[in-house]
Structures are given as C-alpha cells and as structure tokens.
C-alpha cells in the first residue's frame, strides 16, 4: 500500500463522505473513489458500505483506519525527526518537549531548570498543547518527548518514568454551597445538576454526547467555572494556578493521576535521553 491510498482512505472513513473527503484532500471526486475502489480489489476486502444514505466503515475497513493512522503517523514522524536531526548536525540542536498547557505548570519549570544544568544540555522547545494531545505530537514527531498523565493519556508504545503521583480535586465557583465541604465523593460532583462536567474533544475533533459544555483549553474551563456554567475534576497541582472566584474540594475516590515522562522507544537522542535523566533526578 503506498501512502497516498492510505491518506485517501483515512479522509473517506473519517468524513463518511467521498465528496467532503475530495474537498479535504483537494482532488477531485472520481480518482478518489477509483483509488479506494482499487485498494479494496488489491486487499481482496471491502473496505466502506456504499449506500443512499452515505458511507460506513466495514469490520475490515476500522482496522485499517486504526492501522493507517498508525502508519501515517510513523512516516510524518520520520520526516520530522530526519529535519531535525539535519539541523543539530548543522548546529542548531535542540529537543521539542510536548505539554499539557495549564497542566504540570511547577514540574515543567522544575524539569527545564533541572536539564539546563545538564552538562551539553541544548534548547528546549516547549510546544503546549490542548487536552489529550501530547501523545499525538509524539506520535507524528511533532515532539521529541511529552509529559502525560495516566490514566487519561494512551501511553501505548511509549517507554515511559513516573514522575509524581497525585489525587484530584473538584474545581467549583467560589460561594457555591459544595464548595465548603471538606471533600466530596466522584458520585456527588458528577451528578451536579447546575454544574455539568465538560466535554473534551476526542481525537477525531468530535465531542461526546451530554449536557456539559463543549471546551477546548483550560482557559476556556476556568471560565466557565467562574461563570457557574461548568465544574471540573482535575489534579490537585490546580490549586496553584486557581485564580480568584474558584475553589477546589477534595475528590478522595476519584483516580489517582500519574504524571510520567513518555518518549519513543526507538529514539537515541543524547539530548532526550538528558531530558529524560534529570525528570527522573527532581
């Protein structure tokens, strides 16, 4: 399979729509669907369900959407890391770090401090990212290395430190009557009727179905917290950023977050690994 049918094929079963697929890769409708038609004939599977009401995905064809991201994601990784490695040999080194932006926020700043001291440490480059995003990066070569969170980032085929464990708290709007407890059950905070929990975007870009209001970054969330629109179960480490007008209770059986230090299994950075040394020295 070359990659040109696997990017077609991943726009089709994504869009569910040969003609917004087209328009997304900026080709036309016919050669789209030739290509897919003849990449089902070479596999000897169908791959998508043609009917009036649209496209869906066969049993075969979700796998190989699953695979194909994969598959992408390896080679836009490859492309990436050979520019940057061409540029350290040119002598401009330096190492992507990938973070959750509003997440992590003294860790990060420890680890930064920490690798600068590192004998032949290089720049680091810090690209913050959206909510469940930072695998992504690492996976496509955006970034050399991430700090994710377990249980809530798919660490799959990462090596992988753990940095720090912690609880998590409620975050709610200040003078609201919860915000007063000592702590709170998971139970209480997400049968709030006046505070629904937010809805994160999934990978895809969609957002899940409920009642919880639609948020992208965590300025977006505090807002709406404040506003009284929205509650947040997130890592106790929050309470250092909270700005006025919120509050964070206790959610003592809610899980455990586990942030770790996460970076490809093949990689031989000197530079990564120098990162990796010092996140684990804090």
């Known amino acids: 399979m070359e990659t040109r049918e696997l990017r077609y094929f ?17 080709i036309a409708q016919p050669p789209l669907s030739r290509a897919i038609g003849g990449l089902e004939r070479r596999l000897g599977v169908l791959l998508l369900e043609r009917g009036s009401r649209g496209v869906t995905l066969t049993g075969a064809g979700a796998v190989l959407l699953r695979e194909a991201r994969v598959a992408l994601d390896a080679v836009e990784a490859a492309e990436r890391r050979t520019r940057r490695a061409a540029l350290a040999a040119a002598g401009h080194p330096a190492v ?6 509003g997440a992590s926020g003294e860790l990060l700043a420890k680890l930064l401090d920490a690798y600068a001291a590192e004998p032949g440490a290089v720049t680091v480059d810090v690209l913050l990212c959206g909510p469940g995003e930072q695998a992504g990066v690492l996976r496509d070569g955006r970034a050399d290395v991430a700090l994710l969170h377990r249980p809530f980032d798919d660490l799959a085929g990462f090596d992988t430190e753990d940095l720090h464990t912690e609880g998590q708290v409620a975050v709610l709007p200040a003078g609201h009557p919860l915000g007063l407890r000592p702590h709170l059950s998971l139970a209480e905070v997400t049968a709030l009727p006046d505070l629904p929990l937010p809805r994160w975007p999934r990978p895809d870009g ?3 179905d409920g009642p919880g209001p639609k948020v992208r970054d965590h300025t977006q969330l505090t807002q709406l917290i404040a506003l009284g629109r929205a509650c947040a179960i997130v890592p ?3 309470r250092t950023s909270l700005h ?3 509050v964070a209770v206790p959610v003592p059986d809610s899980p ?20 990796v040394r010092a996140a684990v020295g804090l």
């Open 244 to 246: 006025e007008g919120l």
């Open 236 to 238: 106790e480490t929050i």
């Open 96 to 101: 992507i770090l990938a973070a959750k932006a």
């Open 256 to 275: 455990r977050v586990t942030t770790v230090i996460a970076w490809p299994p093949h990689s031989r950075s000197t530079a990564v690994a120098g990162l």
């Open 206 to 208: 969609t957002f899940p």
């Open 10 to 26: 991943v726009a089709v079963a994504e869009e569910l729509h040969f003609g917004r697929a087209a328009q997304r890769l900026g």
